[in-house]
């Protein structure tokens, strides 16, 4: 079975500028999150969509931003971006209940 | 306000070497701690969730234990294969403003040496 897929897996942008980031979950999880990954940090909270509906949102600008589409999968958006928000940006996705989340790869942003 | 903090920040062991890596956290009622491994320029990757103090996971060479303060995760006879960050994070219950969140520590960067 496919994992949690991301693209684009790197990306290099300029101050300013205004990133997509997509995400397609696992076949059958409903609920994805969005986390970013500062270099030697762990994973820090953005958004979790469940049902397209956001169920939680993180300690970040209104500069972030993110939808969840009927297939599930998910989309962040990041507006006038600043050299503080290169990182990796990770979604994972879970299934029912308790269930861990399941990341995939990343998207390495780089904001010059 | 929830806190996870790991140590060591690094750990090199030599191949057969066992040891363990700690996770201290505070949390407003435990839903859920976890452990995942992430190697250089991938995502986590799931290893173990456990529930209650007193609680035990194991996986080949690892193991997971849980008391009301933190959590360790034993390595034993390790090979160089195991090299990776190991990250904990816990999860609160529910609240309206971050949902189901997973609070991460920084993580272990564990190398295991032939």
């Known amino acids: 079975d496919a994992g949690v897929t991301q693209s684009p897996t790197h990306l290099i942008k300029t101050r300013g500028q205004h990133v997509t980031l997509r995400c397609s979950p696992i076949s059958g999880h409903k609920s994805v999150s969005w986390y970013q990954q500062v270099l030697g940090q762990g994973p820090q909270f953005i958004f979790q969509?469940?049902?397209?509906?956001?169920?939680g949102r993180g300690n970040f600008p209104d500069r972030f931003s993110a939808r969840q589409f009927p297939n599930y999968s998910s989309e962040l958006n990041v507006n006038a971006l600043l050299l503080g928000d290169s990182a990796l940006y990770l979604c994972?996705?879970?299934?029912?209940?308790?269930?861990?989340?399941?990341f995939g790869n990343g998207t390495r942003l780089t904001v010059t | 306000e929830d806190q996870v903090t790991q140590s060591p920040e690094a750990l090199r062991l030599q191949e057969g070497e066992s040891s363990s890596l700690n996770c201290s956290y505070t949390v407003s009622g435990l839903r859920g701690l976890f452990w995942y491994r992430q190697d250089p320029g991938k995502g986590p990757e799931f290893l173990f969730t456990?529930?209650?103090a007193g609680e035990e996971k194991e996986k080949e060479r690892l193991k997971a234990t849980l008391t009301k303060k933190e959590s360790f995760l034993h390595i034993t006879a390790p090979k160089p294969e195991d090299s990776a960050t190991y990250l904990c994070?816990?999860?609160?219950?529910?609240?309206?403003?971050?949902?189901?969140?997973?609070?991460f520590g920084k993580g272990t960067s564990l190398l295991v040496t032939p």
């Open positions: 456990l529930y209650s």
């Open positions: 994972a996705s879970s299934g029912r209940g308790n269930s861990p989340l399941h």
């Open positions: 994070a816990v999860q609160a219950p529910w609240n309206s403003n971050s949902g189901y969140a997973l609070n």
């Open positions: 969509y469940y049902e397209k509906e956001e169920r």
